[in-house]
């Protein structure tokens, strides 16, 4: 069998594809001494066990057994240890010493070993856990080829949704578990490395609906330092950590060394290539201008609405009836806004039919991105070590946008004497970005982009990979802008990526320190504290003659996040007498954060060119400082009887700075108290043991209680703020002005009276496993009800206030997650393992605060994210035609109201035969999937691994900001129908109720009315953000080892290289507002992408 | 260092119950970035370019649309411009900075400088406040105010009626008038007043300009007259706000560059002063929709009410009053004569066109059609040109679709949401309802 790869590979090798193969043939190639062991693996009624794999120890070269539970393995000299495995068995390690003839009898133990990481790091078997957890095994993580951890996960566990916000390289994603939790706090779960919370923040210094995509800072860990990672879903399993466990927690183990005496070197390296997946559908058919007449960029005109672009010609004589005027032309006399002359009707100019441009396909290039990876693990009987860097290089799909990582990481343990173990690791990870202007924003790169019409060429005759760096294709020489609006509107997408570019520069450090001290199996106590210092450096430009800064702006922000987190455990546990057993934990927790911000700002630049706060005229600063602090009391028991029955119960009382009045402190009024019990029942115990059909079986049941503090700190108390000045329609202004500084009372009124938001939730689970563990299903139901929700309520304005923090909300979350695993076909040489993950949560606003019956979250006017009482959380709110029901008994809450559509009927309305407009906003779309399924495959034949991952969401809207607003400038494909079509009634009703009968076609008019774009309504573009998606593909060859060559890998992946949609826009899987509360939003987002990445891992 | 500072006394803190109190409490969750109270000099600022910005935007936008001086020709202005985009929500900016940005702080300033016995500080915020209040009961007719402005105490305050609120007008204009004679009290505005660096003779003139705009439109002519008479004698009076440059803007300056092309001068306007030969003033106004245009500039001088406006004041309430006199006719021209200063054209400009007897018949054949024409024109973005047109119907305007021009504005979509006392929006009629003073 190695022969036959070797000879593959040497195939390989010869056809010299390429130099690393060779390397890797050439490694492979050294054939030295080894021996081979044989032997039989049975259970224990001898039954030969067929598929029972066995792996030479710290290595990834192994065997499974055959049809007759025979096995034969080639072991290289120096190792020793084998290790056996087999679904539903306990797996064993074997030395061979001498032997080279080893027999095996496995021991049934479904999960008896199986050891789980829980909340604080405390190692429990599954089986006695009395909630959900689900482990990914970090390989997985890294197989999918994704560079940020929470992309990683996608699939992998039930309960968890994770969505990418946009296709900017370096652009962050969104992780839930189980829902939201919060109303309008943070909902992202904990991040714990090895112990310690670790930063997660996505920080934004713009507008959320504008600037540039953001990271989330999990992506500063590098993928392939991942040992595993727990999800803790429930409150009970998230309970001691308090308040900042309550929306999830997951907790990531990184690598460490192992205590083989030897050194262990790993080198992985891959190669990905991104594309966009698709762009939304737009017409190219009509010129610029109003139906019948062209006009071209010169006058400004915003719309495609003009003649067929077929029926246009080019002229050059300025003389001509149509020629626009002088300021059209150059010193020269020729037209500045394209090189073949003005357009004119056909017939009347020069005979060279108009050309259609197609601005937006051809500006995306494909992304590129290089990984390289190298660890270094070894480590004896006192003291283990792992080093490992890494560095990734990407370019996007966008020209000029960059993500840079390298990290660097030492994790290391030491037992100096017995007992007492010390770990430690520290992590740095430089990243660095350059980033597009996106979104509602009038220098983001697709507003533009996608608004020019099919008349206009935005590279001005040049190639699209030219264009980039051509300045005359989209400026001219007196520094305006080359547009189709004559300089007005938006930036030209080619301007953009030269001239208003974000730079991104973040330094890191983590990591922690570790001590336990054995005293006895009755007392162990431990310390653990962790630091995350983050600095992120950011740099915003903007040169003159931006459509969003006419004057230029150069704006520096500088972040610095540090937190600490400190545990000081006693834990122990034994067996009390045969049938009683009893293990607890007592501990301590304190916890600091502080993120500092500084921003300069300078506006007006003197000259082009130079993008330096030097030659800023108006130079403006401010600072923001976020602190709080927490403290925690843990305490928990956990008692069992035989294997069959386990009861925990667990109380934390944490104090958090972020309550209380800071003017009269009183410790008391911090403190919130988190009990929480859980049971684990195996009552498989109970039956006749041996049947291999039904081999294990539990029921889990819970109840926690959890608090939250409010979201942010300072809410106790009302202040000041230097107000900046404006109505929305032009750039605010803001202090100093003229020298003089302002203060104004904020909008939003602390409140000193806040007690912690309360959630409490019960929790039902099911276990059960057939076949020997061939197949196991676990289903789990839970409820949370959370009252005293801390909003920040909505208030009149005639108050004086727009909002006030109260403690007033009640939110209901339920779901139920469900995991199937199977392995269907476990051979000697194939197997297969399947795992289908099913989420369905719902979590239903039942209460906001008095006389408020929403609840403002994300978006804008026509359509925005709201919190809405009976609704589900975050609804899509806006604009909606109006119903017959509307304003009838029938029309009970702010959902649409029943009946047909009324039609305006008023012949004097400019709006007649149109939808009449429903003068309440409606709940018009919910943006929560129905369901999300996750299938995992991975098929092994021989040293072939094939896997592929299929992620399904059910329903979720989303709302298509994006059509909206190009249905207005008549871009949007369906506007080069619908103004052609026949005369037509919309369908729906007059008002007296008769069938509509009043014929019209959707043309300019229809879309620029209020039914339209940029009118009032918002469901009409209300879409199914629903999708079926080959989340990942890959397939890899496992490489053998010889001697010092320790194996490896080679395989080629694919990330997101199919979907399907029945959304209308680009990939439904984005989100405008990144990764806030409020989602469902696409107004002009960033495509997403997908991959395909050729990886080499080896192992010496 | 510190940081090391810092992890030894987590660790110690962790350990004890002694150090929580010192290790949560205290300053941490003192908002370090902001103050919990401020003197009244610190506020004056903001409140009175919050004013000068929202009068000088949404105000000047929507009103001068509604008047045919400006015409919404692109994206969301198009569908404004023919009103069915005039949906509640776009009038949140106006309402809120009105509430939240402006009466508020007055209110909360008043409640400092009449504690501490700030009397002619306290003129001053009560003459802005009266300001203010006309300004949105002129466009909203009813509102809250007794009933406004006390946060979580009264989560839904009722409306008044226009009438009660020109009443609190009317007296917190004499109130003000009456502190302005009086004692200043120990803190004297200065440098923080930006309109009128503290000058009480001028804030004292202000007030009775403001007031003879209100009881013009209350129908109180000798009154207006009276009022007016005392009101700023020369434009260097004026109320008004000088923006700095670029970097804080004027609200038309902004506009134009950031939204170029949505609002464009209107054709009835240019229609109606090229009928008047009016070449001079229309060179000047029809092509300020651009940003490089020398009257809409970056450092622009925002009035809140004019020497011109208070002598068209005198000019129609000598007319209405007596018929005409000489005195009410030296006004009319004086109120032109200040337009065409404003817009920095000399006498030459301003002897030609006078010469027309369409524009200056002479004392006797002036009528009110001809007065209200040329302060129409000569209040050019001024929000009142929308009062004026309400109250006149001079000049005549022809609506941009269906058969009524908005007599006055929606409420705010956040008013009609979250306010269980506001009427709901099926009550109110932006066609129909006319304010208090019109009907």
């Known amino acids: 069998m190695p022969d036959f790869v070797f000879l593959i590979l040497k195939l390989f090798s010869m056809k010299r594809l390429s130099l690393v193969l060779s390397l890797v043939l050439f490694v492979a190639g050294f054939a030295l001494a080894q021996k081979t062991i044989t032997g039989t693996v049975t259970d224990e009624a001898g039954e030969a066990l067929i598929g029972a794999s066995i792996l030479v120890k710290g290595t990834t070269s192994g065997t499974v057994t055959d049809l007759d539970g025979k096995y034969s393995l080639s072991v290289p000299d120096g190792s020793d240890v084998l290790i056996y495995s087999y679904t539903g068995f306990d797996t064993q390690e074997i030395e061979i010493g001498t032997r080279t003839v080893v027999d095996i009898i496995m021991a049934e133990g479904i999960s008896l070993g199986e050891v789980v990481v829980t909340a604080l790091g405390v190692e429990r078997e599954e089986k006695a856990l009395g909630y959900a957890v689900q482990q990914v095994k970090g390989d997985d993580v890294a197989r999918s080829g994704a560079s940020n951890a929470v992309d990683g996960l996608v699939g992998k566990a039930a309960g968890i949704q994770v969505t990418r916000s946009s296709g900017s390289v370096g652009g962050g994603s969104r992780i839930l578990i189980r829902g939201v939790t919060s109303m309008v706090g943070n909902n992202q779960p904990l991040i714990v490395i090895d112990g310690v919370r670790t930063n997660n923040e996505t920080l934004l210094s713009q507008a959320s609906t504008a600037g540039t995509a953001a990271s989330n800072r999990l992506m500063d860990l590098n993928p392939e330092d991942i040992e595993s990672i727990n999800v803790l879903k429930g409150a009970a399993a998230t309970a001691l950590y308090g308040t900042s466990g309550s929306t999830g927690v997951v907790l990531i183990t990184t690598k460490k060394g192992g205590k083989k005496n030897r050194l262990d070197v790993n080198f992985s390296s891959s190669v990905g290539v991104d594309n966009i997946t698709r762009m939304i559908d737009l017409q190219n058919t009509f010129a610029q201008g109003r139906p019948d007449t062209y006009r071209g960029p010169e006058t400004g005109e915003s719309g495609s609405w003009g003649p067929a672009i077929a029926d246009l010609e080019y002229a050059t004589n300025p003389d001509h009836p149509n020629a626009p005027g002088a300021s059209a032309f150059d010193a020269a006399g020729n037209y500045k806004f394209d090189k073949n002359g003005f357009l004119v009707p056909k017939g009347t100019g020069n005979g060279v039919p108009a050309n259609t441009y197609n601005n937006v396909d051809p500006f995306f290039q494909t992304g590129m991105n290089f990984t390289n990876s190298i660890s270094i693990a070894g480590g004896g009987e006192t003291a283990t070590f792992r080093l490992s860097a890494s560095d990734l290089k990407a370019s996007g799909v966008i020209p000029n946008e960059e993500y840079n990582r390298k990290t660097v990481k030492l994790a290391s343990t030491l037992n100096p004497i017995e007992g007492l173990t010390i770990s430690g690791s520290v992590n740095f990870t430089k990243s660095d970005y350059v980033r597009v202007q996106q979104g509602s924003n009038t220098s983001g790169l697709l507003l533009g982009m996608l608004r020019t019409p099919g008349s206009f060429d935005n590279t001005n005759g040049f190639a699209p990979e030219d264009a980039v760096n051509e300045v005359s294709a989209y400026q001219f020489p007196d520094f305006t802008q080359r547009t189709y609006r004559g300089g007005g509107g938006y930036d030209n997408p080619y301007w953009i990526i030269n001239n208003a570019l974000g730079y991104e520069d973040v330094s890191r450090t983590f990591g922690n320190v570790k001590a336990d001290y054995k005293f006895s199996d009755w007392a162990i106590l431990g310390f653990n504290i962790g630091y995350d210092v983050t600095t992120d450096v950011r740099k915003q430009e903007f040169e003159i003659n931006s459509r969003t800064n006419a004057g230029g702006r150069v704006q520096h922000d500088e972040f610095n996040t540090q937190q600490y987190d400190s545990y000081l455990n006693l834990i122990g546990g034994g067996r009390l007498n045969d049938d009683l057993g009893l293990n607890y934990l007592l501990g301590a927790n304190a916890f600091s954060f502080d993120n500092h911000r500084t921003q300069t700002r300078g506006d007006e630049l003197v000259f082009p060119g130079f993008l330096d706060l030097s030659n800023a005229t108006a130079v403006s600063a401010f600072e923001d400082i976020n602190r709080y602090r927490s403290l925690g009391f843990i305490g928990q028991v956990e008692l069992n009887y035989r294997s069959l029955l386990y009861l925990t119960l667990s109380a934390r009382q944490d104090y958090d700075s972020r309550l209380g009045d800071p003017t009269d402190f009183k410790l008391e009024n911090t403190g919130f108290f988190y009990p929480s019990a859980s049971m684990s029942f195996v009552f498989s115990e109970l039956m006749n043991s041996g049947s291999t059909a039904f081999s294990f079986g539990k029921l889990r049941l819970s109840y926690a209680q959890v608090g939250s503090p409010p979201p942010n700190p300072y809410s106790t108390s009302s202040v000041f703020v230097s107000p900046t000045i404006g109505d929305g329609w032009g750039d605010n202004i803001g202090f100093p002005i003229a020298g003089s500084t302002g203060f104004d009372q904020s909008n939003l009124l602390g409140n000193a009276n806040l007690t912690p938001e309360l959630s409490t939730t019960l929790e039902a689970g099911l276990d059960l496993r057939f076949l020997n563990g061939r197949l196991g299903l676990d289903v789990t139901y839970y409820r949370t009800e959370t009252k005293d929700a801390i909003l920040n309520a909505s208030l009149p304005r005639s108050t004086g206030y727009a909002n006030v923090w109260l403690n007033s909300g009640e939110m209901t979350s339920q779901g139920i997650e469900i995991t199937l695993n199977a392995t269907p076909i476990q051979t000697k040489d194939f197997s297969w393992d399947t795992q289908v993950n099913f989420t369905k949560s719902e979590s239903i606003v039942n209460k906001l605060a008095p006389g408020i019956e929403r609840l403002f979250l994300a978006g804008f006017n026509s359509a925005g994210t709201y919190l809405v009482e009976g609704n589900q959380y975050g609804a899509i709110f806006g604009g909606a035609y109006l119903r017959q029901d509307a304003g009838t008994d029938k029309d009970q809450s702010l959902n649409v109201p029943g009946g047909p559509v009324v039609i305006n009927d008023d012949p004097n309305s400019s709006e007649y035969g149109f939808q009449a407009v429903d003068p309440t906003q409606r709940s018009i779309g919910n943006p929560n999937p129905d369901f999300i399924i996750g299938w995992n495959n991975t098929i092994n034949y021989k040293r072939f691994s094939f896997n592929f991952l299929l992620d399904w969401r059910e329903g979720g809207d989303l709302w298509n900001g994006t059509a909206w607003a190009l249905s207005f400038f008549g871009k949007s494909g369906l506007t080069a129908e619908t103004r052609v079509e026949a005369a037509a009634p919309i369908e729906g009703v007059k008002s007296d109720g008769t069938p509509n009968d009043i014929a019209i076609t959707r043309g300019r008019s229809y879309w620029t009315s209020s039914v339209g774009g940029f009118g009032a309504i918002g469901e009409q573009f209300v879409q199914d953000g629903g999708w079926v998606r080959l989340r990942e593909v890959g397939l890899s060859y496992s490489l053998p080892s010889r001697d010092w060559f320790k194996g490896g890998s080679i395989g080629v992946s694919g990330r997101n290289l199919w979907f399907q949609s029945d959304y209308d826009g680009i990939d439904p899987e984005t989100s405008l507002t990144s990764t806030g509360n409020g989602q469902g939003f696409d107004y002009f987002n960033m495509p997403s992408t997908k991959s395909v990445i050729v990886k080499l891992s080896v192992n010496f | ?439």
């Open chain 2, 1 to 439: 260092m510190k940081s090391i500072n810092k992890l030894l006394i987590m660790c110690v803190f962790a350990f004890s119950f002694v150090g929580c109190e010192n290790f949560i409490g205290g300053e941490i969750n003192k908002d370090p970035n902001n103050p919990t109270s401020v003197p009244v000099i610190a506020q004056m600022p903001a409140f009175q370019i919050a004013m000068a910005d929202v009068y000088g935007g949404a105000f000047s936008r929507f009103s001068c649309m509604l008047s045919q001086q400006v015409e919404g020709v692109a994206r969301q202005w198009q569908s404004m411009n023919q009103y069915t985009g005039l949906t509640p929500n776009r009038f949140d900016a106006a309402w809120n900075n009105i509430y939240e940005n402006i009466l508020n702080e007055l209110a909360i300033a008043q409640a400092s400088a009449e504690a501490d016995g700030y009397n002619h500080y306290l003129g001053i915020l009560e003459v802005m406040e009266a300001f203010t209040l006309m300004t949105a009961t002129d466009v909203w007719d009813d509102m809250p105010y007794t009933d406004a402005l006390k946060g979580v105490e009264s989560i839904n305050p009722t409306f008044d009626t226009q009438a009660s609120i020109y009443t609190v007008i009317n007296a917190k204009l004499d109130n003000a008038i009456k502190l302005f004679g009086g004692a200043p009290g120990a803190l004297l505005p200065g440098a923080e007043d930006l309109f009128f660096g503290g000058d009480i003779a001028l804030w004292n003139k202000a007030a009775h300009a403001i007031k003879a705009r209100g009881l013009m439109k209350e129908g109180d002519y000798s009154g207006a007259m009276s009022e007016a008479m005392q009101g700023m004698s020369s434009a260097a009076e004026n109320m008004a706000y000088q923006y700095p440059d670029a970097s804080a803007a004027g609200q038309w300056y902004r506009f134009n560059r950031d939204r170029t092309g949505d609002l464009e001068f209107h054709p009835t306007m240019r229609t109606l002063m090229t009928d008047l030969k009016d070449t001079d003033r229309l060179a000047v106004m029809d092509q300020v929709f651009d940003p490089s245009h020398t009257y809409l500039v970056a450092d622009f001088l925002q009035e809140l009410i004019s020497y011109r406006e208070v002598q068209f004041i005198i000019a129609e309430t000598d007319f209405r009053n007596n018929g005409g006199t000489q005195a009410g006719y030296d006004a009319y021209l004086a109120g032109i004569k200040a337009s065409f200063d404003r817009l920095g054209l000399g006498q030459d400009e301003y002897d030609a066109y006078v010469a027309d007897a369409a524009v200056a018949p002479g004392v006797g054949n002036l009528t009110l059609e001809i007065i209200m024409t040329q302060k129409y024109i000569a209040m050019f973005l001024q929000p009142e040109v929308y009062s004026d047109w309400r109250r006149t119907g001079i000049p005549t305007l022809l609506p941009t679709s269906g058969p009524t021009i908005p007599v006055r504005w929606d409420y705010a979509s956040t008013e009609y949401l979250f306010n269980t006392n506001s009427p709901s929006e099926t009550e109110v009629s932006i066609y129909n309802d006319k304010v208090g003073w019109n009907r």
